[in-house]
């Protein structure tokens, strides 16, 4: 088990038992005080906000400034479930000690045990301890990973469409006895009103989700939820909170038993909960804290009030080429990202999308060389240490493709002098990859919740050839809705053909040459 005490003999003995040199916390632990609470203590967060917190808490400058001293994390779960449980108990055992592993795509691998992590609290077991720590006055920023979808807006169509979602059995609950929350918007809502009725200021609600504008979408959120709750609170938090728009970058894949042993293995530490990161990070941040925040700047992070052009080239080049290598593996039957990246012909595909179809339509975020950015991404999807699995990336496709691909799309199919053949290849893997079925003939499935049964049936139709207006019913999928008005007979065409050389011939001979 990672302790303290064994973290006294790996600075003693860096090298430990023979294995790797691991790093360990260069800071006084005892002497960090916490100023941030975070919900959702996943991986990302570990690899991430709590990474740059321990670097900070490392700067030589900082060993003697009490102040810099005050922003260690209380960790919160609002789960119960036997993996929360367990996953308390461990960081319990080790006083929230973790080791990070964050591996090169060459193979070079940096090992840390990180100490930004002061405290867990398990929310449905320790309810009062979390509205206490939230109404502290050492409490100046509450960050976030509760995932892409857990911040309750509504995406259907309709009125309410962009709107927090009042009712959800769990909001409801919340509302009907605030005192006793279960949600995180009914943790901060308690939390901000004793923090208003004792006089104290606002804090930074800071969102390290992977979504756009994630915190324009937490204001949404939260002064939604406070807003049904009580009039007077919502304008106090909006008048006192603030919500940083930020943009996060880093992959983090999930840790298997097999991959921990290997971990402890290479670090020689027995740690019940260690880590697996790139070597890569990303975060550019508004520089709007309503009370103060760490140093981040000194250890990497960027701050911008353009964040929403680096979230765009993130989008338009990472996004758009991971979800077209995605479509092809699981065409393919290609497990991981790298594999499928290693085959020249789509490796030469991504990278034409990118050159001739995104980067000559996208405007460069401040001091970002856009050649090089894409550079970067396909080395980092080359990174074997990743695993990174291909299912995981193409589930929910119909919803990505409108997110990651329709301004490339739109650009190109606007502009009668571009060579659309790329695009037109892409929407044929999109369209292959909802019909489920590989080039072997065996059949997958994809979690596609914007589907509808109806649309399922439309998307896994095998027939391109014996009814052609059957066939053409795949175009009224909602996949295309951001560029319909763009889509003629002509055009559609196009992609069935393309389908169909897909299926003839396989996706790396189709790609070995695009038809004009």
């Known amino acids: 088990m990672l302790t303290p005490e064994t973290l006294k003999s790996q600075a003693s003995d860096p090298v430990h038992a023979g294995k790797a040199q691991v790093g360990v916390p260069v800071y006084d632990r005892a002497a960090v005080t916490p100023g941030i609470v975070h919900f959702g203590v996943g991986n990302f967060f570990r690899a991430h906000l709590a990474n740059y917190v321990d670097r ?17 994390i209380i960790g919160v779960g609002l789960r119960e479930s036997p993996r929360a449980l367990r996953k308390a108990e461990d960081f319990v055992a080790q006083d929230g000690l973790y ?3 964050e591996a090169a795509t060459g193979g070079a691998r940096d090992i840390r045990v990180l100490g930004a992590l002061k405290g867990y609290l398990l929310a449905p077991r320790e ?18 990973t509760i995932t892409e979808g857990g911040y309750n ?22 509302l009907a006895d605030s005192g006793h929350p279960k949600t995180v918007f009914g943790f901060v809502a308690e939390g901000m009103r004793r923090r208003r009725a004792a006089g104290l200021g606002g804090v930074t609600i800071l969102s390290c989700d992977n979504l756009r504008h994630n915190g324009d979408v937490s204001r949404k959120a939260f002064l939604g939820y406070a807003q049904a709750l009580d009039p007077e609170l919502a304008a106090w938090m909006e008048a006192n909170c603030t919500f940083p728009n930020a943009m996060v970058d880093r992959i983090t894949p999930s840790v298997s038993q097999e ?12 740690d019940l909960q260690p880590l697996l990161a790139e070597d890569f990070t ?70 034409d999308v990118l050159d001739r179809d995104v980067i000559p339509t996208l405007q460069a975020p401040p001091g970002v060389d856009l050649v090089a950015y894409k550079d970067t991404i396909l080395t980092r999807f080359a990174n074997k240490a990743m695993a990174d699995q291909v299912a995981r990336i193409a589930a929910d496709a119909t919803s990505k493709a409108q997110v990651f691909w329709t301004e490339t799309v739109r650009s190109v199919l606007e502009n009668p002098d571009h060579d659309p053949s790329r695009i037109i290849t ?28 109806a649309q399922l049936e439309i998307a896994h139709y095998e027939g391109l050839d014996e009814s052609p207006d059957k066939g053409r019913e795949v175009f009224t999928l909602p996949a295309f809705d951001s560029w319909r008005d763009l889509m003629t007979p002509g055009l559609e065409d196009r992609i069935t053909r393309e389908r169909r050389r897909l299926r003839c011939l396989g996706v790396l001979e189709a790609l070995a040459v695009l038809p004009a």
């Open 56 to 72: 900070v808490l490392s700067l030589p400058e900082n060993a003697s400034d009490p102040q810099a001293r005050q922003w260690g």
């Open 99 to 101: 080791s990070l592993t």
């Open 127 to 144: 309810g009062e301890k979390v509205l206490a720590l939230l109404a502290s006055p050492e409490t100046r920023i509450v960050s976030l």
């Open 153 to 174: 807006i509504d995406e259907t169509p309709g009125p309410n469409r962009g709107k927090f979602r009042l009712k959800t059995r769990a909001v409801a609950e919340d």
């Open 259 to 270: 991959t921990m042993d290997r971990l402890n293995a290479r670090s020689g530490l027995q």
């Open 282 to 351: 990303q975060w550019v941040v508004e520089d709007k804290f309503a009370a103060g925040r760490p140093p981040f700047e000194k250890v990497g992070v960027q701050f911008s009030d353009q964040v929403s052009a680096f979230e765009h080239a993130k989008i338009r080049m990472l996004n758009c080429s991971h979800l077209i290598l995605s479509a092809a593996g699981m065409l393919m039957g290609v497990d991981l990202v790298h594999d499928v990246l290693a085959y020249p012909q789509l490796r030469r595909f991504v990278d």
């Open 426 to 453: 892409m929407q044929a893997l999109l369209l292959e990859l909802l019909r489920g079925r590989r080039e072997d003939g065996t059949l997958f499935e994809l979690e596609e919740p914007a589907l509808d049964e």
